[in-house]
């Protein structure tokens, strides 16, 4: 029985939580980073009595845990059609009963963020006579978490994944596809809710930033923090597109392309990738920057992602390393935008980006990233 | 001509290929070796697919220092050819003529010789390994390369299709002066005029007559 725990663990959860080390990081930051130490607790309870308070609110949130539900479906459902983990289907010789209970076992662990914050809301509510509340967030997230453990079960059960209405059939694209949008393609293909849940989470926090944040006198800075998350909750999308690009674009490296375009077409690209959240910020003119500080945002959005990439062709890289090199070079940049340097940071920060990409891109071979999460 | 000089390739410790001079006239080369001996390493080498040490240079131009230049002149074709799933052949197609100067026209009727013209707005996904192999092949010889390298080019295309491959490798050997260099497991000596053997083992490659 230890083993089948110890085998799910590696090849399922702890995979799952490597893939989206940057949506947690940011998640991390979003409820506990942005307040401080002190005020943690009152922030929390403020919290979930706004959730408790409304339904529309209450509305909010059930969407969005089923959101992240059909987050942990998509994977794992896809995890376990890899044809690396086919062995998996040999637990189909047990018992029914203790094939469901080890699926319940994965989801617990991969929806263990909800439920755990699930359980304090419930308290809550309890301690506040609210019980219909509580009846109301019980019963969804149940509703939830038996829909995604029978998904789990069936896909396993069948190895098939056609029997999933839920498969979330997304318009192919049919148009002329630019060669520096070829990750964005493949995003879009395989990784559409992460890239969906990773645009949704970062605009509702970016909306509530500008919203709710009111500065007592003009300052960039903040805005610029607020970035900081939002690249760190696209730190994830970069590595899987840097595998990508390692496993399926390493026929054009014998394609004439120089290395400057092949790094202004990097630059392109998340460019493009971050269009949503550079249109959006708008909604904070004037009040949180002005015109002229709007090129250190841009500068900001397009330097932090292709230095990030470009670390990724250094041979020492691999998916463990690369979330802890992010996380701290996210927390220095935190000090460094403290200190007001203005656009010549992000400008540093291209150039950095700039010289990994020249010297490490041709001498990059797909075996320095074994560890990969995705591998 | 294609110089091989000082060449070492090492995957983490383990020394793959060494070859210290080595050079090719202008020919039809047939790279013969064992698995494992290093013939699709040496390619994508050419290819400018795998770093190394040391240089290849083709009549002068270096691949470390002009690599843009050099990869005008080289082509390649890998044994079991890799593309996103999402791209169409028409998608690759337009992107190789267009980094490779070559013209759509001839790249399409080469798709529509090999008969896989029909699955032309279809994604790769959708495609067999024959077919896939196919438009690798016929990739590797739009543009105008001076040397063009196939990695087991006769493997899981139907008979037909190797005639027809052969047959356009000895044309544009004979009549455009493209030299080539082909690896395979299978003797097709008497098919295809070879200039010389490349035997590739012990770790290093060394010219033999046919």
């Known amino acids: 029985m230890r083993i089948i725990a110890k085998i799910l663990q590696s090849v399922l959860i702890n995979h799952f939580y490597k893939l989206n080390a940057g949506f947690f990081i940011f998640l991390f930051f979003l409820l506990f980073g942005v307040v401080r130490g002190g005020q943690l607790i009152e922030f929390h309870l403020g919290l979930i009595q706004a959730i408790l308070g409304g339904p529309l609110f209450l509305l909010i949130i059930i969407i969005l845990w089923g959101l992240y539900t059909l987050k942990c479906i998509n994977y794992i459902t896809k995890r376990l059609m890899e044809p690396g983990l086919s062995f998996l289907t040999c637990m189909n010789r047990l018992p029914r009963k203790q094939v469901w209970g080890w699926m319940c076992f994965v989801h617990f662990e991969v929806y263990f963020p909800v439920i755990s914050y699930v359980i304090i809301i419930i308290a809550v509510a309890i301690k506040a006579h609210q019980y219909q509340q509580a009846l109301i967030i019980f019963t969804a997230n149940l509703v939830f978490y038996i829909a995604a453990v029978r998904i789990y079960f069936k896909c396993l059960q069948l190895h098939s994944i056609d029997f999933i209405l839920l498969r979330f059939r997304f318009p192919t694209i049919q148009i002329i596809k630019p060669y520096f949008l070829y990750p964005l393609f493949f995003i879009w293909q395989e990784r559409k809710w992460m890239l969906l849940l990773t645009k949704l989470f970062t605009l509702i926090y970016l909306y509530g930033f500008i919203q709710f944040y009111e500065p007592y006198r003009y300052d960039i800075r903040p805005m610029l923090l607020s970035i900081i998350l939002v690249i760190a909750a696209h730190t994830t999308i970069i590595f899987q597109i840097r595998s990508f690009e390692t496993e399926f674009l390493l026929f054009s490296r014998n394609l004439p392309i120089s290395i400057w375009k092949r790094f202004f077409q990097m630059i392109g690209f998340y460019f493009v990738l971050l269009l949503p959240e550079l249109l959006f910020v708008w909604k904070g003119y004037p009040l949180h920057f002005n ?10 959005v397009i330097s932090l992602p292709a230095f990030f990439h470009a670390i990724l062709y250094t041979s020492i890289m691999n998916g463990d390393e690369y979330m802890k090199i992010v996380f701290a070079i996210l927390t220095a940049l935190f000090f460094l935008i403290l200190y007001d340097l203005g656009i010549l940071l992000f400008v540093f920060v291209v150039l950095l980006a700039l010289i990994f ?4 891109y041709y001498e990059f071979e797909k075996s320095n990233l074994v560890n990969s999460p995705k591998n | 001509m294609l110089q091989f000089e000082q060449i070492e390739k090492y995957y983490g ?4 290929l060494q070859i210290s ?4 006239e202008k020919g039809l080369f047939w790279l013969k070796g064992e698995n494992g001996s290093g013939k699709t390493t040496m390619m994508k080498m050419v290819a400018g697919l795998h770093p190394f040490k040391g240089d290849i240079l083709l009549d002068g131009i270096s691949i470390k220092n002009s690599r843009n230049d050099f990869l005008k002149l080289v082509n390649f074709a890998e044994a079991e050819p890799i593309y996103p799933s999402f791209l169409t052949a028409k998608d690759l197609v337009e ?5 490779k100067k070559a013209s759509i026209k001839e790249s399409i009727q080469m798709l529509k010789d090999l008969h896989i013209f029909d699955a032309y707005q279809n994604s790769v996904g959708s495609y067999s390994s024959g077919m896939l192999k196919k438009l690798s092949i016929a990739l590797a010889l739009v543009g105008n390369p001076q040397w ?3 990695d087991e080019p006769l493997i899981t295309i139907d008979v037909a299709a190797v005639a027809l491959v052969c047959d356009w490798i000895n044309k544009m050997h004979q009549e455009l002066g493209i030299s080539f260099i082909i690896s395979s497991h299978q003797s097709f000596q008497n098919i ?6 490349i035997e590739v083992q012990n770790h290093t490659a060394t010219i033999q007559d046919k």
């Open chain 2, 21 to 24: 001079s080595l050079q090719l």
């Open chain 2, 95 to 99: 992107f190789y003529c267009s980094t």
């Open chain 2, 148 to 150: 063009i390298l196939l």
């Open chain 2, 13 to 16: 410790n383990h020394l793959a």
């Open chain 1, 291 to 300: 015109v002229l500080d709007y090129s250190q945002i841009v500068f900001m």
């Open chain 1, 357 to 360: 990409f020249y010297f490490h």
């Open chain 2, 192 to 197: 295809l005029p070879f200039t010389a053997v």
